[in-house]
């Protein structure tokens, strides 16, 4: 059974008073004047865009944004086009006069992402912490309200020192404001996080059935979950599941290295297999889709083809800097953000060098993409929920229009493997228009290492063979 233990939706007085204050500090300091449109901060920010001639603010406030990610207005800059954000106030007018404001800020809290896969702040609270909203601290609501907006890059799993930086953030802000003493917010800078070993946990026995419970909880609460007589369609093929549990368990690998897979279908963005250990009994870590690492030049090489393509250059086969030098570094790195990379891009020439971090998860819904003509689609673990006969969920296909479908290179390898640089890190892909599979090997604390040949060419090998015909 699969049982929902950190995706509970939590209710407004569960929400501490210190918390509360530092999201409206952060993200809306007029949530409870306004109503639902901040006109005042719409005339700065358009006077901010009209200077740096780009879409540098946006203004959102906390309705905004509730409602932008309740309908999935989200996204890159189209989503800031003037037609867009006419939908988006019209709707959260409509938010505004259905819910109050303390309903609102809870279905804000419940809905919003806090990085390593965490949605909804409970889910933060259990996964950061091991505590409930409740019991957050002064300094772990500060933290949790500051990386709101950095969601993967200053996830404290990921980068604690960034993570730290946003919250010193939100409590010079409340100085601002007169909401706290500099000596009030000196002494929460040095309470400790607390934040607790993302590989610790409860195991579960099997790989696919630990990652099905992220999906799972994000759709329902843990009293739905736990009391029975669901049934849930994944898209999952649990023969290409076992194939790669499997070929993981029986590779010998040194060092006490990690592992991580994911495969997905091009075109439907169906998950097929996920592993995110190489641990028989996966823990709440799973590296598929939470760990950020270095890519390296190899696979990067059909990333730079793609958007070379896109702006009319032709790529130069087996030479991906000389590929990337046609392009200007920050339009290289707005047509990689196409594919759904939002991690750290390295600078100049080291870019194009595979200098980008990246999960396996995103890696693979980026080669996807250019199997899909161009059109990135959404990872999809659920696909129906039925409850007796009632069909309570049911999540359709769903791709975002990210590059032209002449894009796509003529010549792409089926087959690819490499180092990152430095060497910390070791990718496999299989390209198929049916199946794209993503392996991941390397430490959970960046150290160089080197695979021995026939380590990798066996594995080239047993991942071809798992290549649909």
């Known amino acids: 059974m699969v049982h929902g233990k950190k995706r509970r939706l939590i209710k407004y007085s569960e929400i501490p008073p210190f918390l509360q204050t530092c999201l409206l500090a ?78 609102i800020l809870t279905h804000y809290l419940n809905r919003i992402y806090f990085g390593s896969g965490c949605n909804g702040i409970e889910e933060a609270a259990l996964t950061y912490f091991g505590r409930t ?48 003493t500099p000596q009030q917010a000196k002494e929460i800078k040095k309470t400790p996080i607390q934040l607790r070993d993302p590989t610790a946990g409860t195991t579960e026995s099997n790989h696919a059935e630990r990652a099905l419970r992220r999906p799972l909880e994000t759709i329902l609460s843990n009293n739905q ?49 996920i592993i995110g250990t190489k641990d028989p009994k996966p823990s709440a870590f799973n590296r ?6 270095d890519l390296g030049p190899n696979l990067m090489e059909p990333l730079l083809a793609t958007i070379a393509i896109e702006r009319g250059h032709l790529p130069i086969p087996g030479n991906p800097v000389t590929t990337g030098r046609q392009l200007h570094p920050k339009d290289a790195i707005q047509l990689l953000r196409r594919f759904g990379f939002e991690n750290n891009f390295g600078q100049g020439e080291d870019l194009y060098r595979g200098a980008l971090t990246t999960t396996p998860l995103e890696l693979a819904t980026a080669y996807a993409t250019i199997f899909n003509q161009g059109n990135r689609p959404s990872p999809v673990y659920i696909r129906q929920l039925d409850h007796g006969e009632k069909t309570i969920f049911n999540r359709q296909t769903s791709t975002h229009p990210s590059f032209s479908q002449h894009s796509r290179p003529e010549h792409l390898p089926t087959s690819i493997n490499g180092p990152s640089l430095p060497k910390t890190d070791h990718w496999f892909a299989t390209l198929h228009d049916q199946q794209i599979i993503i392996l991941w090997i390397g430490h959970d604390t960046p150290k160089s290492f080197t695979l021995p040949n026939p380590t990798i060419q066996s594995l080239t090998h047993q991942l071809k063979k798992l290549t649909p015909e």
């Open 225 to 273: 979950i736990t009391t029975g007589g669901l049934t849930v369609h994944t898209s999952l093929d649990q023969k290409l599941q076992s194939q790669l549990e499997l070929l993981l368990q029986q590779t010998h690998l040194p060092d006490n290295l990690q592992t991580a897979s994911i495969a997905i279908h091009p075109s439907t963005g169906d998950i097929l297999a």
């Open 133 to 180: 909203t409740a019991q957050l601290s002064p300094a772990q609501s500060a933290l949790l309200a500051g990386i709101i907006r950095a969601p993967h890059a200053a996830s404290p799993h990921r980068n604690l020192p960034r993570a730290i930086q946003e919250q010193h953030q939100v409590l010079e802000r409340l100085i601002t404001t007169n909401q706290l």
């Open 26 to 103: 952060r993200e809306d300091s007029r949530f409870l004047e306004h109503k639902g449109v901040d006109y005042r901060g719409l005339a700065r920010a358009a006077l901010r865009n009209l200077k740096d001639q780009d879409f540098t603010q946006g203004a959102s406030t906390l309705s905004m944004q509730l409602t932008r990610n309740t309908y999935n207005l989200g996204g890159e800059k189209r989503t800031k086009s003037l037609n867009r954000k006419f939908l988006e106030i019209a709707l959260t007018y409509r938010v505004e006069s259905t819910y109050t404001k303390s309903e």
């Open 288 to 293: 598929a889709l939470d760990s950020a690492r």
